[in-house]
């Protein structure tokens, strides 16, 4: 069973944007209405540009406080009107405010399996403290850092030896399935229960 079309999702990302292809590629049967991008050089701009999606870009840098800039951010967003926000490897923390103000619409994909290891370098955070196993999760934003509700989890073993960039790509790769599958299951929920 495949969302229906109606379905609007806004993509919040800051980087390569392998997490974004991988929603436009999966076919999670919603249109993808924006990219918001806080990056001016993000791979994930020139994605959304072969894919014809409207680019938005909303540089920290061209605002003269944290506070004006998410204000626009969240203008930006609403004026797309999304059912769903989706952090895709989107490196902001968002405001209670800005959270607030689309409750239970923004997800986010972790790389570990929260609670275990929050914050920008759970990875690294993974191999330091010599983990055998750790994953990736689909939460939703609250007002934490990676605090909110997990939606999914994927596991990933730890290889002896191994790298924090070699580690990091092998959980992006389960990334990559994790968060449209869930993308696609919030939707067929929303939308059977009339939400959208």
Same mark, same amino acid.
């Given at each position: 069973? &495949?969302?229906?079309?109606?379905?609007?999702?806004?993509?919040?990302?800051?980087?390569?944007?392998?997490?974004?292809?991988?929603?436009?590629?999966?076919?999670?049967?919603?249109?993808?209405?924006?990219?918001?991008?806080?990056?001016? /050089?993000?791979?994930?701009?020139?994605?959304?540009?072969?894919?014809?999606?409207?680019?938005? &870009?909303?540089?920290?840098?061209?605002?003269?406080?944290?506070?004006?800039?998410?204000?626009?951010?969240?203008? #930006?967003?609403? &004026?797309?009107?999304?059912?769903?926000?989706?952090?895709?490897?989107?490196?902001?923390?968002?405001?209670?405010?800005?959270?607030?103000?689309?409750?239970?619409?923004?997800?986010?994909?972790?790389?570990?399996?929260? *609670?275990?290891?929050?914050?920008?370098?759970?990875?690294?955070?993974?191999?330091?403290? /010599?983990?055998?196993?750790?994953?990736?999760?689909?939460?939703?934003?609250?007002?934490?850092?990676?605090?909110?509700?997990?939606?999914?989890?994927?596991?990933?073993?730890?290889? *002896?030896?191994?790298?924090?960039?070699?580690?990091?790509? #092998?959980? &992006?790769?389960?990334?990559?399935?994790?968060?449209?599958?869930?993308?696609?299951?919030?939707?067929?929920?929303?939308?059977?229960?009339?939400?959208?």
């Amino acid at each position: 069973m &495949k969302a229906r079309k109606s379905a609007r999702i806004v993509v919040l990302a800051s980087g390569t944007g392998t997490l974004f292809e991988a929603i436009l590629d999966s076919g999670v049967g919603a249109d993808v209405v924006g990219l918001i991008t806080d990056q001016s /050089n993000a791979r994930a701009i020139s994605i959304a540009k072969g894919r014809e999606i409207a680019v938005y &870009k909303v540089l920290l840098s061209d605002f003269d406080s944290r506070e004006s800039w998410e204000s626009e951010l969240l203008e #930006r967003v609403e &004026k797309l009107g999304p059912d769903l926000i989706v952090a895709a490897g989107f490196m902001r923390i968002l405001s209670p405010a800005f959270v607030e103000h689309f409750p239970g619409q923004i997800v986010n994909s972790h790389p570990s399996l929260l *609670p275990q290891y929050p914050g920008a370098h759970a990875v690294r955070d993974a191999i330091e403290a /010599n983990a055998t196993v750790t994953g990736c999760t689909v939460h939703f934003i609250d007002d934490g850092v990676d605090t909110g509700e997990i939606i999914a989890q994927a596991q990933v073993e730890v290889q *002896p030896g191994e790298s924090e960039a070699e580690l990091h790509e #092998r959980i &992006k790769a389960v990334e990559r399935n994790l968060l449209p599958q869930s993308v696609e299951q919030l939707l067929i929920g929303r939308l059977g229960k009339g939400l959208s």
